[in-house]
């Protein structure tokens, strides 16, 4: 037993799974993180991107939502083949993708009215009362 815990200790993708926090065998993962991406390439050609961050940011979201969905579902449905919920979590990704965009767009249009506020609410009081000639 040891000696199979030390060869699986050398070896790079047991310790990048580990890592991740990979709980099933690694060909489960890849052929699901493999069908998520084609789940978000798909998704985005149904729904175009508007520029050029939005297919990165399809793609990392597509990662991040199937590993997460990946190891839920083995967790918590074992009967339930993993590659489908992470292939459905590459497919959402698409959608989460478009609400943080458009979110993020809406923060940095009104970035200066919402500095301010955060500035009043944890800085209380005005600016500081400029001296006039008489004083």
Same mark, same amino acid.
Not at 34 to 63: C, I, K, N
Not at 73 to 86: I, Y
């Given at each position: 037993?040891?000696? %199979?815990?030390?060869?699986?200790?050398?070896?790079?993708?047991?310790?990048?799974?580990? !890592?991740?926090?990979?709980?099933?065998?690694?060909?489960?993962?890849?052929? !699901?993180?493999?069908?998520?991406?084609? !789940?978000?390439?798909?998704?985005?050609?149904?729904?175009? *991107?508007? +520029?050029?961050? *939005?297919?990165?940011? =399809?793609?990392?979201?597509?990662?991040?939502?199937?590993? %997460?969905?990946? @190891?839920?579902?083995?967790?918590?449905?074992? +009967? %339930?083949? =993993?590659?489908?919920? @992470?292939?459905?979590?590459?497919?959402?990704?698409?959608?989460?993708?478009?609400?943080? @965009?458009?979110? @993020?767009?809406?923060?940095?249009?009104?970035?200066?009215?919402?500095?301010?506020? %955060?500035?009043?609410? =944890?800085?209380?009081?005005?600016?500081?009362?400029?001296?006039?000639?008489?004083?």
């Amino acid at each position: 037993m040891k000696d %199979v815990i030390a060869d699986h200790s050398r070896d790079w993708l047991t310790l990048l799974f580990a !890592g991740l926090g990979v709980s099933f065998a690694p060909h489960e993962w890849i052929g !699901g993180m493999f069908l998520a991406l084609a !789940g978000a390439s798909y998704a985005r050609h149904m729904e175009p *991107e508007q +520029d050029r961050r *939005e297919l990165w940011a =399809v793609m990392v979201a597509a990662f991040l939502a199937s590993h %997460v969905a990946g @190891m839920a579902s083995h967790a918590w449905f074992p +009967d %339930v083949p =993993v590659q489908l919920s @992470m292939l459905a979590a590459g497919f959402a990704s698409r959608r989460a993708t478009r609400i943080a @965009m458009r979110i @993020m767009g809406l923060i940095e249009v009104r970035s200066d009215a919402i500095a301010d506020k %955060v500035i009043d609410r =944890v800085l209380p009081g005005g600016p500081p009362k400029q001296p006039t000639e008489g004083e």
